[in-house]
């Protein structure tokens, strides 16, 4: 009942948005008091909703700046309909307008300047190009948009699909500040536990720091700049195409003391194009292990179509590549293991595992510590747990009054209340931290 009940709950804080959002600035070349002023110059400029969005610092992290979002709001939907595949609804969710490329199907008559309601397909059913009237799947409404293409224009372009953007949001149901393109080299928009994660990590400028699963890269620029732009960071992704990103975000961000390689981390390779790069044992000083996972913890997400063989999968990759993090560490350097997700088998039981596999490992002190502590499970004592840090927002959600549950996307005022105090460290991503020290 208690274990239903609380992935009822995950499930639901799952689908919206957190109403924080976090950026991390490059403060190697700009101070933060000064990025915070030009944030705010550049959203009262922009503002369109007629809310005020405050941009402050975070109080315990000096690279941090946060702006509390609102919603969620009623809005009443118009006649004319567009349908969006979820990763743009859910980037809507979170503050974006709407590219052409998310747009599956459109009503026939739009106009460039017209109102239209836009939904989010809900299952992957909708075919792109289809008539919204000819769409009978589930869909869900997110806000009001003003178009900026007509059907023609998305759909008849021939195999180069159209770029740019094809809706204005103009009233979402959440709404945050646009801020996607602003001074890309000098923040970067990153959620909460993924900057406190490098903070746990402590990279220093003498460090050789390995990132064994680096794409798209927030967290590499991270370390180079926690470390000045000096030592040297070993950036790794099996993916060829996400190295290249990894690369582009690192030239934008002016940084110089990061090796970016295509490269298979896990021990036993089996990706076939990923070169297997050879490192000597017990090089690095310090190894962030930011491993591929369920990504349970991502929100907003609307649906999850993870099946069970795809979710029982990671916990293996995610051996192999600790065992390869183990063997690359030095004795005495630091290792950290995160994942975004809540599943208990990717988190607290691959500790558990690892501290019974490698008697050279011992969990360690995180700072900050703003998450709460880990599960209990077999093979961790409750004093362990303590040393793990997990975000899990589902706990926004644990008031009295547990049955009564309701609807959020209708008239949730417990929800809107919940928000509108300063829960900035609970209304995160899902998110897990273990830090371990090798003897
Ligand atoms: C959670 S994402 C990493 C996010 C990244 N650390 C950041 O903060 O931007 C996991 C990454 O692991 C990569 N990956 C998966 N299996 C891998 C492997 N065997 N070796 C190296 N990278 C792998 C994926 O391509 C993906 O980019």
């Known amino acids: 009942e208690?274990?239903?009940?609380?992935?009822?709950?995950?499930?639901?804080?799952?689908?919206?948005?957190?109403?924080?959002?976090?950026?991390?600035?490059?403060?190697?070349?700009?101070?933060?008091k000064h990025a915070i002023k030009l944030i705010q110059e550049a959203i009262d400029e922009e503002e369109r909703t007629g809310l005020k969005f405050e941009v402050k610092n975070h109080p315990e992290l000096n690279d941090c700046i946060i702006i509390q979002n609102?919603?969620?709001?009623?809005?009443?939907?118009?006649?004319?309909?567009i349908i969006v595949d979820h990763s743009c609804g859910m980037s809507v969710l979170r503050g974006s307008d709407i590219y052409s490329?998310?747009?599956?199907?459109?009503?026939?008559?739009?106009?460039?300047?017209?109102?239209?309601?836009?939904?989010?397909?809900?299952?992957?059913?909708?075919?792109?190009?289809?008539?919204?009237?000819?769409?009978?799947?589930?869909?869900?409404?997110?806000?009001?948009?003003?178009?900026?293409?007509?059907?023609?224009?998305?759909?008849?372009?021939?195999n180069n699909k159209l770029k740019g953007i094809g809706v204005r949001m103009s009233e979402c149901i959440y709404r945050s500040p646009q801020l996607y393109d602003l001074l890309p080299s000098l923040i970067h928009p990153q959620n909460l536990p993924s900057i406190i994660c490098v903070h746990?990590?402590?990279?220093?400028?003498?460090?050789?720091?390995?990132?064994?699963?680096?794409?798209?890269?927030?967290?590499?620029?991270?370390?180079?700049?926690?470390?000045?732009?000096?030592?040297?960071?070993?950036?790794?992704?099996?993916?060829?195409?996400?190295?290249?990103?990894?690369?582009?975000?690192?030239?934008?961000?002016?940084?110089?003391?990061?090796?970016?390689h295509h490269?298979?981390?896990?021990?036993?390779?089996?990706?076939?194009?990923?070169?297997?790069?050879?490192f000597k044992r017990e090089s690095f000083d310090k190894i962030l292990l930011d491993a591929?996972?369920?990504?349970?913890?991502?929100?907003?997400?609307?649906?999850?179509?993870?099946?069970?063989?795809?979710?029982?999968?990671?916990?293996?990759?995610?051996?192999?590549?600790?065992?390869?993090?183990?063997q690359l560490?030095?004795?005495?350097?630091?290792?950290?293991?995160?994942?975004?997700?809540?599943?208990?088998?990717?988190?607290?039981?691959?500790?558990?595992?690892?501290l019974q596999k490698f008697k050279n490992l011992k969990l360690v002190k995180q700072d900050p510590h703003l998450g709460s502590s880990g599960w209990i499970v077999e093979g961790l004592t409750e004093e362990q747990t303590r040393l793990l840090q997990r975000f899990d927002p589902s706990i926004l959600l644990d008031h009295d009054n547990d049955d009564d549950l309701q609807d959020h996307h209708q008239d949730?005022?417990?929800?809107?209340?919940?928000?509108?105090?300063?829960?900035?460290?609970?209304d995160t991503i899902g998110f897990f931290i273990a830090k371990f020290t090798k003897l």
């Open 70 to 81: 609102f919603g969620p709001f009623n809005v009443d939907t118009v006649t004319e309909e």
């Open 2 to 32: 208690n274990v239903n009940k609380k992935l009822e709950k995950i499930l639901k804080i799952g689908s919206l948005p957190p109403l924080f959002t976090t950026l991390r600035v490059n403060n190697l070349h700009l101070e933060r």
């Open 329 to 354: 560490l030095k004795k005495g350097g630091t290792m950290v293991y995160s994942t975004c997700t809540t599943n208990i088998y990717e988190n607290e039981s691959i500790t558990a595992w690892a």
């Open 263 to 278: 490269c298979d981390s896990s021990k036993n390779a089996r990706q076939r194009n990923a070169k297997i790069l050879k």
């Open 292 to 326: 591929p996972c369920s990504g349970l913890g991502q929100r907003p997400s609307i649906i999850n179509d993870i099946t069970s063989s795809q979710l029982s999968s990671y916990p293996q990759l995610q051996m192999q590549l600790f065992e390869t993090a183990v």
């Open 200 to 260: 746990v990590l402590n990279p220093s400028s003498d460090d050789l720091v390995l990132d064994m699963c680096a794409a798209p890269g927030g967290k590499t620029s991270h370390i180079a700049t926690l470390m000045g732009n000096k030592g040297c960071v070993v950036a790794l992704d099996k993916n060829r195409n996400k190295t290249e990103t990894v690369k582009r975000h690192l030239e934008k961000w002016n940084i110089s003391n990061v090796q970016v």
């Open 412 to 426: 949730n005022e417990d929800y809107y209340y919940l928000h509108h105090s300063e829960r900035y460290d609970i």
């Open 101 to 158: 490329t998310g747009i599956l199907s459109m009503s026939p008559y739009v106009k460039v300047g017209d109102l239209v309601s836009v939904y989010v397909d809900v299952e992957n059913k909708c075919r792109r190009g289809l008539l919204t009237k000819d769409f009978h799947g589930k869909k869900f409404f997110i806000g009001n948009g003003v178009a900026m293409v007509t059907r023609a224009a998305v759909f008849c372009t021939g």
